[in-house]
């Protein structure tokens, strides 16, 4: 027995070093600008690990140069996204901003380019100011107040010497226009005072005469003004109809004779619609293509309109002859997300930005005449490989009104088997829709714990028509909260799903479908994680900026009505929190100006009483949703934790 006392000390010893070095494994510090409540320690070597699916970046389009052929682009080699430019297709990206805030929107001056206009805020806060760059010299002028307003919609005059924009300055609340000569800042001055925050610029006439204006008042509903730009009269484009009509943008045509819109006037979407301004006769230009059409843009010569529709997610662009108004699809692009279109002062070459589920987004130009692709842009993966990365597939379940909703499904590696557990992730908006695009972070999910990514475009949705888009207004809500019980019952049914392992996510409104989802089918789910997300409509309206509160209440309801009020009242995810007995995460930014952070301390702390597993992750220096590298790596490096701990069966992770 003597004889074995060293032996015995030994191993005692080796086992108390292993313990003593468990404990003190090394973990990642937390960053000043976070606030974390709940959330264990993140292991030092997990950042390396996923690192790979943390280095993708994507580059978009902000501007052609007006006399060269070279662009602006909007791209990230720091820790957030500045202007470049650069001079000739999969040229160098050349930086030519450096801020610590994400800068967007340039654009350069359309006759010369010897500046651009930018607008950038401060923290997320959403409080854009506009500032002139001057490519002589790197000097930066701020053009706006500097406080406390919302400013952008920068358009341009067509002899360059103006800006157009609209400015939330003068009470906070409604968005006002202005113009201003940059390189003359003191001539700011005031063209409308308006009522509502949802006043924009659209385009000016030919003579510089006029402004082209929309007035959004919801996804359904919005009027064209055209505006004298020197004495702010206004007069409506279109008269007021019995039914209500959206507007999307608009443009005059090259001879300012008549107006380009897109519009759902006696349509179930979006078409192409031609105006002629002297007899008000109006001739839709698409109707023949039963879906929506995004966006357009009209040549500098006013001889080709090209216009983006939204066929089931899916972007096709097209080219349209303005004499004939016949239009042909532009072959031989990859099948993603496409937009921002912008045609060259050369009326040959349109710029656009596209990604796919296998790019996270570049920038192209196609030749008008020959049809010639040109990639401008090659963004970096980050070590991932674009092969490897799946393609999703397009699903349909029933509503539980029997309605068919469809949403994508991301299947992960083949070498994956058995049922497997699933993510459902659930859009903004809500008039968002979840499109055929680039996961990013989230591949890693698919490949490396093998989990299967499914994202529901629910009703209300936009991309299906104007009917579908008003199926969850005001009272209806709830309905599209029972479109995820019935995509629950659909994962049920499929044999390769883990219908006992289901997350479910999303950011926004899609954070409040989240929180939805979670205290109505909590039973069914297990766990949730919910970004910026609403968790009481009523506080919710309450807290909002101003310049958005209108304009949400159509979409949502009105507070102010008891009826509505107590219908948010019974169907507030925190007032039932208390059926949430499943691990919740929560992500706020301290400046968000849409969905406050208290919407998500509150439900914190009410779901803290449930004594269930509650994460809280904020950020001091961001808004909506996180836009620097930094924080979205932390972001993600706890939901990986998360989703190991929480989600997956028990000895997989």
Known sequence: MIGNRPCRLFVWLLLMAGAVHAQQAPTLAVPDNLVIDGIPAIPAGLPADVRRYTEARAATLSDWHPTRREMLISTRFGNTAQVHVVRMPRGARTQLTFFDEPVGGASYQPKTGR?????????????????????GDGRVTLLTDGGRSQNGGVTWNRAGDRIAYGSTRRNGADRDLYVVDPVNPSSDH??????????????WSPDDRQLLVIQYLSVNQSYLWLVDAATGAKTALVPPDADTVAYGGAEFAADGRGVYFTSDKGAEFQQLTYLDLASKARTPLTATIPWDVDEFDVSPDGRQVAFVTNEAGIAKLYLLDAATRRYRLVPGLPVGVLGGLRWHHNGRDLGFTLGTPRFPGDVYSIDARTGALTRWTESELGGLVAAELPEPALIRWAGADGRDITGFLYRPSARFTGPRPVIISIHGGPEGQSRPGFLGRDNFFLSELGAVVIQPNVRGSTGYGKTFVKLDNGLKRMDAVADIGALLDWIGRQPDLDAAHVMVTGGSYGGFMTLAVATTYNDRITCALDVVGISNFNTFLKNTESYRRDLRRVEYGDERDSSMAAFFERTAPLNNAGRITKPLFVVAGLNDPRVPHTEAEQMIARVKQNGSPVWFLMANDEGHGFRKKGNRDYQFYTTVLFVRRFLLPAGTS
């Not at 651009?116 to 409080?127: A, R, S």
């Not at 005031?190 to 385009?203: A, H, I, M």
């Open 190 to 203: 005031r063209v409308l005072e308006v009522t509502g925050g949802g006043w924009s610029v659209l385009d």
């Open 115 to 135: 500046y651009f206009v930018f607008g950038k805020d401060v923290g997320g806060n959403e409080f854009v100011q506009l500032y002139r760059y001057d490519l």
